[in-house]
């Protein structure tokens, strides 16, 4: 059984008042580990140890040191590969193959932040000739990093490796559902010669993120989950205003054309919907087909629908796993009724798989529901699971309102052969990606993250570095002279 323990000040320790919590396998609900749970006052030593690392040498590494670093992590990333591909499959019950291919753009982008910090040059300004005017990068300090049960150690490289990179030192608290991939990766960096307090780690709850929102010795915090949890920290961020990026949910449309490449479009709209059965922050479970094609559309996708393996992560002909927790299966369910209830039809799925082996876990039927309006619960709020929602427009300015009219802001996705018309509704559509002919690409080079009720902030990019850092104006007066105004 796997035991997990907090990481602070360079220490490995148990909670304070020893507190565990068992982590369940969403495949078939045995226990897989038992983690330590943080409370307040862990969470409180290990900011203690963060801001002592900050204020001590660590300030004195060079932007060389800390490259390094970050290519060090890459490469034991890389080493370990399998085996936290392996965690990541038991803990959040997604596909070997889809943790695989995590931890493959986790290494690349501990690698993309380590050449941007190795290119950190800051910038000399147009100055009087007795005076050196620099502007410099500089750490923003302690930074308290937040991330979600979906992705765990995906979200949290993202974070991790810009506030590293950039000279922070860090707290980072996962999901008390998925803490496995990122205590396997903070025996990584127990592995590294880091002073300590530079990178803890602290296992708990919301009172332990709470904990990191509201403390003044927190400089930023860095969120990716829930609107509601968004709101609470962006309140707790006041009391000593410190510095937040907030990654949340998402009500993607995926608007298909009837000029488009049909095949790709629906091959596109099961892969945007079911990929991590659909517990994906953007996930295309939005549907918009063009009237002249929406029956043929729905149809071709009811073809598909049965023919999706649903099974344990570990099988190799495994297409799509469980949900992730009990909590998440019923929210989804009720979520498909509410549909129902409000007039929308169901194609495909709504319930649990039959057979023995779905008895146990939080298994359900890829689901499609048609024939969705936009003015339903449904279209409109995050479903987080595998369910793709039908609706039917009639003209591109039709497509353009209804997809806009959502309070979230996360992804989008065009399908059409006219590229003009694909890259009019790129411009028009106010999310923080949109995709032409594609869904789901991202890379370490561009930005990530939401308009509106989808967040605050980006990460990755050159901008997802930028995040973790202060800009100081350094003015050197060279040949100081009085000036004589006042009183001479
Ligand atoms: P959640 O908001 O319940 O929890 C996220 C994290 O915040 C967890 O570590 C949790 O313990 C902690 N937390 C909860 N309440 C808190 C509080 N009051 N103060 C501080 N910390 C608190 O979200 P979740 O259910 O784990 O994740 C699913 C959500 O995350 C979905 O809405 C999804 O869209 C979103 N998400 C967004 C992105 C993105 O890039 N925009 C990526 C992945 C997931």
Redesign the pocket.
């Known amino acids: 059984m796997i035991q997990t323990q907090l990481y602070i000040d360079g220490q490995w320790q148990s909670p304070i008042d020893q507190g565990t919590r068992a982590i369940v396998s969403p495949a078939d609900e045995s226990v897989i580990a038992q983690a330590a749970e943080a409370t307040r006052a862990d969470a409180r030593l290990a900011i203690a140890a963060a801001r002592r690392a900050f204020d001590g040498p660590w300030r004195q590494t060079t932007i060389r040191d800390r490259a390094r670093l970050l290519n060090k992590i890459a490469d034991l990333i890389d080493r370990d590969a399998e085996k936290l591909a392996h965690l990541e499959s038991l803990n959040t019950g997604k596909t070997l193959t889809e943790s695989r291919t995590d931890m493959g753009d986790i290494a690349a982008t501990f690698r993309y932040f380590a050449g941007l910090v190795a290119s950190e040059s800051g910038a000399v300004n147009e100055a009087p000739h007795h005076v050196i005017s620099r502007t410099l990068r500089e750490p923003v300090g302690v930074c308290g990093l937040?991330?979600?049960?979906?992705?765990p150690l995906l979200?949290a490289a993202?974070k991790i490796a810009p506030a590293l990179g950039a000279g922070n030192t860090v707290v980072i608290?996962?999901?008390?559902?998925t803490p496995l991939t990122t205590h396997h990766f903070t025996q990584l960096i127990a592995e590294l010669d880091l002073p300590p307090g530079v990178f803890n780690l602290v296992t708990?709850?919301?009172?332990?993120?709470?904990?990191?929102?509201e403390s003044l010795d927190v400089d930023l915090?860095s969120?990716?989950?829930?609107?509601?949890?968004?709101e609470?920290?962006m309140k707790?961020a006041t009391g000593n205003f410190k510095r937040i990026g907030?990654?949340?949910?998402?009500k993607n449309p995926n608007i298909v054309f009837a000029d488009a490449d049909l095949d790709a479009a629906v091959d596109y709209a099961l892969n945007a919907a079911f990929f991590h059965a659909g517990?994906?922050?953007?996930a295309g479970s939005r549907l918009m087909v063009e009237d002249s094609i929406y029956d043929a559309f729905i149809g071709r996708l009811a073809e598909r629908l049965p023919r999706i393996v649903i099974g344990n992560g570990f099988h190799g002909e495994t297409q799509m796993g469980p949900v992730q927790s009990a909590q998440?299966h019923e929210k989804i369910l009720g979520m498909v009724q509410a549909g129902i209830a409000e007039g929308a039809r169901l194609v495909h799925g709504g319930k649990r798989p039959a057979g023995d082996v779905f008895r146990k876990g939080y298994w359900l039927e890829p689901t499609l529901l048609a024939d969705v309006t936009a003015g339903m619960k449904i279209a409109k709020e995050?479903i987080?699971g595998p369910v793709i929602t039908a609706e039917r427009f009639h003209s591109e300015a039709e497509a353009l309102r209804a997809a806009n009219d959502t309070p979230y802001g996360?992804a989008a996705a065009v399908w059409t052969r006219d590229l003009d018309k694909g890259n009019r509704m790129s411009r028009a559509l106010r999310f923080g990606t949109v995709w032409v002919n594609d869904y789901h690409p991202y890379f370490p080079e561009a930005p990530?993250?939401?308009y509106k009720a989808?967040?605050i902030g980006r990460?990755l990019a050159r901008i997802g570095l930028d995040e973790y850092t202060e800009l100081k104006h350094s003015y050197i007066n060279l040949a100081p002279k009085a000036m004589g105004w006042f009183g001479a």
């Open positions: 937040i991330t979600p049960w979906n992705y979200q993202w608290k996962p999901s008390n559902l708990g709850g919301a009172e332990v993120g709470a904990e990191l929102a915090v969120f990716t989950g829930g609107a509601f949890a968004g609470s920290i707790a907030l990654e949340l949910g998402g517990q994906v922050c953007s998440q995050e987080f996360l990530w993250g939401g989808s967040g990460e």
